[in-house]
């Protein structure tokens, strides 16, 4: 059970049918869902409006309904549905989620960043749940929609909220900020993620900072110690610094990775964390979890366990095995500028392997800076990387600067998937390890199921 009808009733007043004692066990937004004692809320889009489905959502389980006040309900509503009627069915959401909150009271840890927000929300959640109730976002329900259902979605005794905080605009992260009163944020890092709708990383610093909206003095922040935009900001509240540079609060040392794992420390101490992510840049989302989990009073000991237990979202550096024995890399999920830079720079750090191929494709959103972005990847592109396959029209950039500035790397640029497929076939072999990273909708998961082994 989340609620009652009788405490829905406090947030929503204007109602008709409600039974105090019934009780509301899922709050949905799809009315193909199928439910137990459901609060539908029909959202209304751009093209789109969901109270034409009402009538569905209570044949799949809906016992209560949000509905926007100028609407007509239908004629054959039946009677004994509870109705709470409301000017904006979205904004109310919002607010239920607040009120939600409010009324569970768990601590809320907020996680905003370019690049590195998924996994360090998989990471403090992990370390979290080894001592709270934990609930997290989970998928991409990190937007204005999204992260109220997160809320509504965590059990009455929940005592830790993990909440992922996504945007592509400003006054976004503010909004959610708002809902959620972080008691302590984390922004992982500046990008160039939606730099095409902010104008500049100076721009993306200042969506991020929204975080801030939300939160109390008395809240802690956590950032990017490495990231000047960040480090010059004056700040209002208790802000701790994670990094490689000397400067920071937390700092990270002695870090290693091969296939399977990561090792650092932290401060010069002894304690050795290890992590089953990939690539120098996982330290110190790692870093991120460790000062979050001190924060919540949790023993070091407990935070090394759960940190080395780790369970993640998928296609982000995703190990597997494919046809032949070589090793495939899933980084699929999304891409920017930085987060492929990062993936480049781990497959030539690694050990084991006599061919390392990249394959990449678009990353979107970079509006007119796009070009010089695919060139500058480009760029970092050389040896030990034995081959770079592209595909799209922004990647060809990138094969293009291999070419000029790196001739001891094979570089091809593919108009089509099945041509790509033909190049990458003759690496097709346990002496390879091939990376596949893209913007989010050139799906490349599609090239690791191509050459996965079927069994």
Request: aromatic share 8%; net charge negative; glycine share 6%.
């Amino acid at each position: 059970m989340l609620f009652t009808e009788k405490w829905l009733s406090t947030v929503f007043p204007t109602n008709k049918n409600v039974t105090d004692e019934a009780l509301i066990e899922q709050v949905f937004i799809d009315s193909r869902e199928q439910v137990k004692n459901g609060l539908f809320i029909p959202i209304v889009g751009e093209r789109f409006d969901a109270h034409q489905f009402v009538l569905d959502a209570i044949e799949n389980g809906a016992s209560s309904i949000l509905w926007e006040e100028d609407k007509p309900l239908p004629k054959d509503f039946p009677g004994n549905i509870s109705v709470f009627f409301v000017e904006d069915t979205t904004k109310a959401l919002q607010n239920l989620s607040y009120a939600y909150k409010n009324h569970v009271k768990p601590k809320v840890i907020g996680i905003t960043g370019s690049n590195g927000k998924t996994t360090t929300k998989d990471l403090i959640a992990n370390v979290a749940a080894s001592s709270y109730r934990t609930h997290a976002t989970q998928g991409n329900l990190n937007n204005h929609i999204g992260l109220p259902l997160t809320i509504l979605s965590m059990p009455k005794d929940t005592e830790v909220l993990v909440l992922e905080m996504g945007m592509n605009a400003f006054g976004e992260i503010e909004l959610l900020s708002n809902i959620a009163e972080p008691d302590i944020s984390v922004i992982t890092n500046i990008g160039e993620s939606h730099i095409e709708f902010l104008g500049s990383r100076e721009g993306i610093v200042e969506a991020k900072l929204e975080i801030l909206s939300g939160m109390s003095p008395n809240a802690r922040l956590i950032i990017d110690g490495d990231e000047k935009l960040l480090n010059n900001h004056k700040y209002d509240m208790k802000v701790i610094s994670c990094g490689f540079h000397s400067n920071n609060n937390v700092k990270i040392n002695d870090v290693n990775n091969n296939i399977h794992q990561t090792t650092f420390t932290i401060n010069n101490e002894s304690l050795m964390f290890e992590i089953s992510l990939v690539g120098v840049h996982h330290a110190k989302n790692a870093a991120y979890a460790i000062t979050v989990g001190k924060l919540l009073n949790i023993p070091i000991k407990i935070i090394k366990e759960s940190l080395k237990n780790l369970e993640l979202s998928g296609m982000r550096f995703e190990v597997t095995k494919g046809n032949n024995g070589v090793t495939l890399v899933n980084d699929a999920y999304n891409a920017s500028p930085t987060s492929m830079i990062g993936a480049i720079e781990t497959i030539k750090s690694l050990d084991g392997f006599k061919y390392k191929v990249l394959v990449l494709g678009d990353i979107l959103e970079l509006g007119e800076h796009a070009k010089k972005f695919h060139q500058q990847i480009g760029e970092h592109i050389c040896d030990p990387i034995t081959a770079v396959f592209t595909l799209g029209e922004l990647a060809k950039e990138i094969s293009h600067t291999v070419t000029k500035r790196a001739p001891e790397v094979t570089a091809w640029h593919a108009e089509t998937h099945e041509q790509l497929l033909t190049f990458l076939e003759p690496h097709i072999n346990a002496e390879s390890i091939i990376l596949f990273k893209a913007s989010r909708l050139l799906e490349f998961e599609q090239f690791i199921q191509q050459f996965s082994n079927h069994e």
